[in-house]
Each structure stands twice: as structure tokens, then as C-alpha cells.
């Protein structure tokens, strides 16, 4: 499996032109690597000298790079979609439409990118995957899309199971399924069966991020005033969707490292005149995560679970239990935390904030 390291930061910091010093870095190394970049647009072509692809290219020993075209992605899904319908349906419905009728929406780009990162690491043809993403608040958001839509599944799965209509159709399910189905199936396994395949998926995704050793981000900055509070604020909102933040690589001059206490800081000197070695040579190694705040523990004995809420106030942080899971909603995102059986259903006791943790007791 390869490790993904993305950047986080403000537009304009340098974190395309540092995440491709990043994958050379590293391919000079020996690491088998793979830069894949969202930037639809010429740009990143043209700082690499190579005009990028839909499909992965070797550009470099042990370097290989691929441009994320949506266009592309969109198409290649949807034909399996398609595969998937026909292994159950007897008569599938959408094998008349086409994946290149298919306009995208809002979002897409972003899902459609990590489902070719999922490919890629599947693959296991490479030892990193360097994603050089939009760094913002809407990547972040389809970076949490596994610990959201698993919290979907559970909840409404267990609202339908004890509605009214759910009890109402499970007699009819079985002799339904069999007239439409490649298989018979009953009212179990029809509420059974595809929420388990799909859990596994959207765990596997949760497990990777919840292991720094598979992603794992580095704040981009530079000295100016906007660039720092965006860092700090996407460092807090990172740990919303359980993404590891382990540095910060500062761009274009020194930088204060008090605020992002406790992470390492790295000042770069400046890309200049298309010579990448003096950028390469003062990068960390990226790949050694070190201490790194976790951005969720949990403590069964104690009775307590730390959120990691760094740049954050209290007054910025709203917690709630309205149902059997714990809310918490911090910088324009809200966060169901998955319980352990233990805790889980148990009423909240006490919160508080301290040195950006939130400490939740049970």
C-alpha cells in the first residue's frame, strides 16, 4: 500500500511547486512515486517541463505523474457502475446511458480524484502517492466523505429498519427481489447485504486516514497574515475529518513557529530560475511522521475522548447529543464521533477545552 502526502493552504503559498519538489525529493531517493496532480488547467505542466496526462507517464527515475481529469475519471466509474447494476439486476436500467453524457456537478471533482487515489493505491505500484489537491476546505470535506457517509448508513439504516414501512414491506422483499433480482433475497439481507459491502469500503477508507503512516498532511505558509490564519485554520479543520497534519513548510521568508506549536516548522528558500535542488535538499522527510497530534483519541477507562481542535476556541466549538452519537461542530463542519461500544449511547457527563482539546467525559 502507498503512503498519500497532500498540502494544505491558502492559494498562492507555493504547494504545487513544493509538492513537486516533494515527489523528486523522494524519487531521488529511490521512492517509487507517483504525483498526481487536480489541476485541470496547463499550470502544473508547465512548472513540471512535461505536459501531464490522463494516464500515469514516467516523467523521471522512479517518478511517474498523472493529471486527475474528471472528464476522464467520470467515465471510467460510471462503466462500473454499470458492471455492478448488471451482477444484480435481471434487466439492468442504465446500460443506455453513456458515461460521456454525464455532466458534472459540484463536488465531483474532488470524489472522483480520491476514487482514483483509492485505484492507484490499490494498484501497489507505488511507494507514495504525492497528491497535490486544492488544499482547501472543499478537499478536506471529500477527505471526510468515509467517516460521513458511514455515519449516514448506520443511522438511516436503523431509522428505516424500525419504521413503520420498513416492518410493512420486509413479507414482500423476498418474492420482489426474485423477479427483479439475479438472486432472491430476504428483507435481512436486502438491509443487510449491500450496507455491509459498503461499510467495508467506506471502513477501509476510515482506517487509512486514521493512520498517518497511509495520509498524511503538511500545512503550506507564507509570512503573510492571510496565509497563517488560513493554515491555522485548516490545521483545526483537518482534524474534523481525522486527517494527520504532521509540519508546516513555510514558503518565501521566517515564520513565527509559536502558533503551530507543537508541529516541526521548515523554512524553504524560494523556487528560482527553474532550479528545484535547493528546494529538494531543505525538505524534511515527509514520509517520517514522528508525534504528530493524533486528532482523535479515546480513553475507555477514564471515560474520556480528546479532540484535537487546533486554532479554535471554545467559543468557536459547539457540541451537542441530540441522538446516540456525540456532535461536534467547529469551522463550518460537523463531526458524528463513532463511539466504542463501550460509550457508545452513554449520556455526556462534562466537556471542556483545554490547550486545543476538546475533552468530552462520559
Known amino acids: 500500500m502507498s503512503q498519500i502526502i497532500t498540502f494544505l493552504g491558502k492559494g498562492g503559498t507555493g504547494r504545487t511547486t513544493i509538492a513537486i519538489a516533494a515527489a523528486k525529493q523522494l524519487a531521488q531517493q529511490g521512492t517509487r512515486v507517483l504525483f498526481a496532480s487536480s489541476d485541470r488547467t496547463p499550470a502544473t505542466s508547465l512548472l513540471l517541463g512535461v505536459p501531464l496526462t490522463a494516464e ?23 462503466e462500473e457502475v454499470k458492471q455492478l447494476e448488471a451482477k444484480y439486476l435481471r434487466s439492468p436500467t442504465l446500460r443506455n446511458v453513456y458515461g460521456q453524457e454525464l455532466a458534472l456537478l459540484p463536488g465531483m471533482d474532488a470524489a472522483l480524484d480520491f476514487y482514483a487515489l483509492r485505484e492507484y493505491d490499490a494498484a501497489k505500484i507505488y511507494d507514495v502517492i504525492i497528491y497535490d489537491g486544492t488544499g482547501d476546505l472543499a478537499m478536506l470535506r471529500a477527505v471526510g466523505v468515509p467517516e460521513n457517509a458511514s455515519w449516514y448508513l448506520r443511522r438511516f439504516r436503523q431509522v428505516f ?45 476510515k482506517d487509512a486516514l486514521a493512520d498517518p503512516n497511509r495520509i498524511v498532511a503538511y500545512l503550506v505558509t507564507t509570512p503573510d497574515p492571510l496565509a497563517l490564519a488560513t493554515a491555522k485554520f485548516l490545521w483545526g479543520s483537518a482534524q474534523q475529518v481525522d486527517l494527520t497534519v504532521a509540519g508546516v513548510l513555510g514558503n518565501r521568508g521566517a515564520i513565527d513557529s509559536t502558533p503551530f506549536s507543537p508541529l516541526p516548522l521548515t523554512v524553504l ?61 467547529v469551522g463550518d463542519q460537523r463531526r458524528n464521533i463513532d463511539l466504542p461500544p463501550q460509550l457508545r449511547g452513554q449520556t455526556v457527563k462534562g466537556a471542556k477545552f483545554q490547550e486545543g482539546y476538546l475533552i468530552i467525559s462520559f
Open 56 to 78: 500515469p507517464q514516467a516523467i523521471g527515475a522512479n517518478l511517474t505523474a498523472v493529471q486527475l481529469q474528471a472528464t476522464t475519471l467520470i467515465d471510467k466509474s460510471w
Open 161 to 205: 429498519l424500525d419504521s413503520d414501512l420498513g416492518r410493512s414491506i420486509s413479507p414482500f422483499v423476498a418474492p420482489v427481489t426474485a423477479a427483479i433480482l439475479n438472486t432472491s433475497w430476504s428483507f435481512d439481507d436486502l438491509t443487510d447485504q449491500p450496507t455491509r459491502e459498503a461499510n467495508n469500503l467506506l471502513q477501509a477508507g
Open 269 to 329: 528558500p524560494e523556487y528560482r530560475d527553474n532550479d528545484w535542488q535547493p528546494l529538494i535538499d531543505a525538505l524534511p522527510n515527509l514520509r517520517a511522521v514522528g508525534d504528530a497530534p493524533r486528532p482523535i483519541s479515546v480513553d475507555v477507562a477514564a471515560r474520556q475522548v480528546k479532540v484535537f481542535l487546533p486554532g479554535f476556541d471554545k467559543k468557536q466549538v459547539k457540541l451537542t447529543q441530540n441522538g446516540p452519537d456525540v456532535t461536534i461542530e
